[in-house]
Antibody, heavy 118, light 110 residues
Framework: EVQLVESGGGLVQPGGSLRLSCAAS????????MTWVRQAPGKGLEWVAN????????YYVDSVKGRFTISRDNAKNLLYLQLNSLRAEDTAVYYCATELGTVPAGYWGQGTLVTVSS | QSALTQPASVSGSPGQSITISCTGT?????????VSWYQQHPGKAPKLMIYDVNKRPSGVSNRFSGSKSGNTASLTISGLQAEDEADYYC??????????FGGGTKLTVL
């Protein structure tokens, strides 16, 4: 059974940093593109970033370019999202998901909440 | 990277059919047959319902179907049931090698 478990969320001040992790199990992690999707409170889904199987390609939504970094550790079956220079508008539940070829997010984790506030 | 356009809300009675539209541009919906639809119940993670415009993952009811014409994709739910009440989101691949979601549609079963 595919399992994705996010962690690392919490309350952070504007301008601060946070690193989110996603522990994957139940599938061969190293053979899948992986994705982060976020959802602000009461708002819709927003695709944030994705990363190729070997980490050689990474893509980001314009609003996080230069501030967020996606990475992975295939030996540990872990996906990361480093969040820097955080803004109030980054407040959201962050989901990790498997990208399945032509599907941006096939399997989803339960999400981790990031709150940016002073 | 503008969000795809969906109606904010739709409603229908049990047993009826409803259709949710998802409008993009030739750089996303119109340019690729990589449109997916997700169902999200309150407090839960989204669930994939349709992919590649009109394909259903294993386990998804055949009451759910998808289609596309030009820059607009559609999700149709037939034989509405109370459990279908949820938020629905479309997504598409884009020419920028990124993905984009729609703004979401709240389905109310009357």
């Amino acid at each position: 059974e595919v399992q994705l478990v996010e962690s690392g969320g919490g309350l952070v001040q504007p301008g601060g940093s946070l690193r989110l992790s996603c522990a994957a199990s139940g599938f061969t992690f190293s053979t899948y593109w992986m994705t982060w999707v976020r959802q602000a409170p009461g708002k819709g889904l927003e695709w944030v970033a994705n990363i190729k199987q070997d980490g050689s390609e990474k893509y980001y939504v314009d609003s996080v370019k230069g501030r967020f970094t996606i990475s992975r550790d295939n030996a540990k079956n872990l996906l990361y999202l480093q969040l820097n220079s955080l803004r109030a508008e980054d407040t959201a539940v962050y989901y990790c998901a498997t990208e399945l070829g032509t599907v941006p997010a096939g399997y989803w984790g339960q999400g981790t909440l990031v709150t940016v506030s002073s | 990277q503008s969000a795809l356009t969906q109606p904010a809300s739709v409603s229908g009675s049990p047993g009826q059919s409803i259709t949710i539209s998802c409008t993009g541009t030739s750089s996303d919906v119109g340019g690729y047959n990589y449109v997916s639809w997700y169902q999200q119940h309150p407090g839960k993670a989204p669930k994939l319902m349709i992919y590649d415009v009109n394909k259903r993952p294993s386990g998804v009811s055949n009451r759910f179907s998808g289609s596309k014409s030009g820059n607009t994709a559609s999700l149709t739910i037939s034989g509405l049931q109370a459990e279908d009440e949820a938020d629905y989101y479309c997504s598409s691949y884009t020419s920028s090698t990124t993905w984009v979601f729609g703004g979401g549609t709240k389905l109310t079963v009357l």
